[in-house]
């Protein structure tokens, strides 16, 4: 475990018990077991800390919905799992999720807003693709109605498991959902959502080169494997070309699928590639 992460860690559970804004620097260092110089070193404030736990928590909702869904051939079993994959991740993070909806952030950054639109967008590319994938031209006019649709379905669903704090049967519930999924796809015609609307509400956040980058160069730092390191460097060589190599690229990612660690920037880079 790097010592960012133990102290990441540590927040989570300090900020369980106390609060965010009661809980102090000095408090989440006694914690760590670590000195304040050596939280300085890791992040510049507890603002810095929150975001990170945002990033954190984040990169590890959409990875784990993205490997349980990529996989699979057949559509329909592809949208199923979408929305079981989304609910059971969402039920493992609620705790976190809970501790921000009970006490928000008092100072909403501008860094803060850039960082929650950039994985809105990540996570809204990948829906949408599913849902080309599903039904093609026949939602072309409607598909960003459908995402938003969707979303929807997600948020307000799991507001109800995790409000009345019951074991349910999320495969039922994800029955359910394809099922009004695919008859709002089949027969809605009326659109309101558009592509330029969409673009209006998520103008940052777009996967770029050089936030690929500096992924690397975290990782660069903090791995110890010769193959992993040779292969990320492989990876920014290629990613400073104007087309990069699919064939070295997929080459170089299937040398760090092992290592959870590289999980994040193996998706950015493939979000990157598809575009």
């Known amino acids: 475990m790097t010592k960012k992460q133990l102290i990441i860690d540590s927040a989570i559970e300090l900020f369980a018990v106390r609060g965010i804004e009661a809980t102090s620097v000095q408090q989440i260092t006694e914690h760590c077991g670590i000195s304040k110089g050596a939280f300085y070193l890791s992040f510049k404030s507890k603002d810095e800390l929150i975001l990170a736990m945002i990033d954190y928590f984040m990169k590890n909702i959409i990875e784990q919905i993205d490997q349980a869904v990529s996989h699979i051939k057949n559509p329909q079993e592809?949208?199923?799992?979408?929305?079981?994959?989304?609910?059971?991740?969402?039920?493992?993070?609620?705790?976190?999720?809970?501790?921000?909806?009970?006490?928000?952030?008092?100072?909403?950054?501008?860094?803060?807003?850039?960082?929650?639109?950039?994985?809105?967008?990540?996570?809204?590319?990948?829906?949408?693709?599913?849902?080309?994938?599903?039904?093609?031209?026949?939602?072309?006019?409607?598909?960003?109605?459908?995402?938003?649709?969707i979303?929807?379905?997600?948020?307000?669903y799991a507001q109800v498991l995790y409000s009345l704090k019951k074991d349910f049967k999320l495969e039922e519930l994800s029955k359910s959902l394809v099922e009004k999924t695919n008859i709002l796809a089949n027969h809605s015609k009326q659109t309101f959502v558009t592509e330029t609307m969409v673009k209006m509400f998520s103008q940052t956040g777009t996967v770029t080169k050089e936030a690929i980058l500096e992924e690397i160069e975290e990782l660069e730092s903090n791995l110890t494997d010769p193959v992993e390191l040779d292969s990320l460097t492989v990876l920014a060589e290629q990613l400073q070309l104007a087309t990069p190599r699919p064939a070295i690229v997929n080459g170089m990612l299937a040398n760090l699928k092992q290592n959870q660690q590289c999980n994040w920037c193996c998706y950015l880079i493939k979000n990157y590639m598809d575009k």
Not at 90 to 102: H, T, V
Not at 151 to 156: D, M, P
């Open 78 to 149: 592809k949208l199923f799992l979408y929305y079981v994959s989304t609910f059971k991740v969402l039920e493992r993070y609620a705790g976190f999720a809970e501790l921000f909806i009970k006490e928000p952030v008092q100072t909403i950054s501008e860094e803060f807003l850039e960082k929650v639109t950039f994985y809105e967008n990540v996570s809204n590319k990948a829906l949408l693709q599913l849902i080309d994938e599903l039904y093609g031209e026949l939602v072309e006019q409607t598909k960003y109605d459908l995402m938003i649709i």
């Open 151 to 156: 979303k929807g379905f997600i948020k307000s």
